[in-house]
């Protein structure tokens, strides 16, 4: 031990002091390597917990500070009927425009219905007079169709039929390059 250096107190007993040998961290890897290999999961999981709790008690302390200063102010009790009135007074603008919204859809519904009646009333009379009801649009334009034009049309006569009339898809024939044949029998590949 070339390195123990001597200090001699006056009267008091001798003490050896080493000098530190490796000075840098390497020592920490001895001690914290092991320690992070077995426990590092539980360490970070661990850290993760209280963070989200410190988060959670912070916004949590937030709340309550907001919530606190609200409830403990002074409120000039004016302005809190001020407040109330005005809400009411809202409630009761809206609810009258509900009510007119809703008394303008009532009074188009019983015009509606009210048409409906009239034209079942005109399909009865007309059909009690022996005509057919076709509406009063739709008999002024046939009227108007009629007077003007005297041609009569005639259907298409001239249509291709899409097949011919002797065809029958079990068959096999006109098939051209689409015939359906079975497979064959026996093994898919034949090795000798």
Same mark, same amino acid.
């Given at each position: 031990m070339d390195d123990?250096?001597?200090?001699?107190?006056?009267?008091?007993?001798?003490i050896q002091k080493t000098p530190l040998g490796n000075?840098?961290?390497s020592f &920490?890897?001895?001690?914290?390597?092991?320690? *992070?290999? =077995?426990?590092?999961?539980?360490?970070?999981f661990m850290c993760v917990g209280v963070y989200l709790v410190v988060q959670h008690l912070s916004k949590r302390r937030a709340s309550q500070g907001q919530s606190s200063s609200a409830s403990g102010a002074v409120?000039?009790?004016?302005?809190?009927?001020r407040r109330q009135e005005a809400l009411e007074?809202?409630?009761?603008?809206?609810?009258?425009?509900?009510?007119?919204?809703?008394? &303008?859809f009532r009074l188009k519904q019983q015009q *509606?219905? =009210?048409?409906k009646r009239q034209q079942k009333i005109e399909m009865y009379d007309s059909m009690k007079e022996g005509r057919s009801y076709r509406g009063k649009a739709k008999t002024a334009q046939n009227t108007e169709e009629a007077s003007t034009s005297t041609t009569v049309l005639k259907?298409?006569?001239d249509k291709k039929p899409l097949?011919?009339?002797g065809f029958n898809p079990l068959s096999g024939e006109g098939g051209g390059s689409c015939a359906w044949r079975p497979g064959r029998r026996g093994p898919s590949a034949g090795g000798g």
């Open positions: 123990d250096v001597t200090i001699e107190d006056e009267g008091g007993p001798e000075q840098d961290l &920490l890897q001895q001690t914290v390597g092991p320690l *992070l290999a =077995e426990y590092g999961w539980y360490l970070l409120q000039d009790p004016n302005a809190v009927v007074a809202s409630r009761r603008r809206m609810q009258e425009e509900l009510d007119a919204k809703a008394a &303008l *509606l219905e =009210e048409e259907p298409k006569t097949r011919s009339s």
